[in-house]
């Protein structure tokens, strides 16, 4: 079974900066997705950002990018510029492309709190 | 536009009591999911639904039945319900959608108390 780890519980950013938030993951899979998903106070799942494994370019959504690091099992976001409106739990999670009984399930980390100084 | 609404968003009641949440999606989607999330934030899928047929059941007490009339709707209901029933409960969707398939996209959640 895949695993998710997000072993920041609570990051800080000064508003403008730039901040990284970590995710590494187990799976023995070698095609699956990856994605970050932001949850404000409204506690609203919001996608942020998604990447394929079989891509090798890193995805970038305006001030959102990621560093994939496929051998490592490494899936950390960049915000850059980071705004008030940033601030909010942000969760890493996994998607295997496999069918049968797991088809589109996803793994959550346990989330990272990010605060946002202005 | 709403695209994945559920209701309702709160919901207070009594152990023992049998409650639902409705659960629907304006996306055209195929898959429809519930999720918990606990007291700690914790994320974890409960059911998947592909075109009405259930395809996720991850080790969900029997209490628990989902129930998917169409593809756009797919519903919570629980029975006899118990403290630590108390959590958010999201629904979620996905399919076809700008060509990707496996982006699923979420509701608001329904913030369930058991007194």
């Known amino acids: 079974a895949q695993t998710v780890t997000q072993s920041q519980p609570e990051m800080s950013v000064q508003e403008a900066e730039t901040v990284t938030l970590s995710c590494t993951y187990d799976t023995s899979e070698s095609d699956y997705y990856l994605f970050w998903y932001k949850q404000p106070p409204s506690r609203q799942m919001i996608l942020v950002i998604r990447?394929?494994?079989?891509?090798?370019q890193n995805a970038t959504e305006n001030r959102f990018s990621v560093n994939f690091q496929k051998a490592a099992k490494s899936f950390s976001l960049k915000i850059s510029d980071s705004q008030l409106g940033d601030a909010a739990m942000y969760f890493c999670a996994y998607r295997s492309v496999a069918g049968g009984t797991s088809y589109g399930k996803l793994t959550f980390g346990q989330g990272t709190i990010l605060t946002v100084h202005p | 536009d709403t695209a994945v609404s559920q209701t309702p968003k709160y919901l207070v009641t009594q152990m023992g009591n049998d409650k639902s949440i409705k659960c629907e999606q304006n996306?055209?989607?195929?898959?429809m999911y519930w999720y918990k999330q606990d007291s700690k934030k914790f994320l974890k899928i409960m059911f998947s639904?592909?075109?009405?047929?259930?395809?996720i059941n991850e080790t969900v007490p029997n209490r628990f039945s989902p129930k998917s009339p169409d593809k756009a709707h797919l519903n919570l209901h629980i029975n006899s319900l118990e403290l630590g029933d108390s959590a958010v409960y999201f629904c979620?969707?996905?399919?076809?959608?700008?060509?990707?398939?496996?982006?699923?996209?979420f509701g608001p959640g329904t913030r369930l108390t058991v007194l």
């Open positions: 639904y592909n075109n009405k047929e259930l395809i």
């Open positions: 979620a969707s996905s399919g076809r959608l700008a060509g990707y398939t496996d982006t699923q996209y």
């Open positions: 996306l055209g989607h195929d898959t």
């Open positions: 990447q394929e494994a079989y891509k090798q």
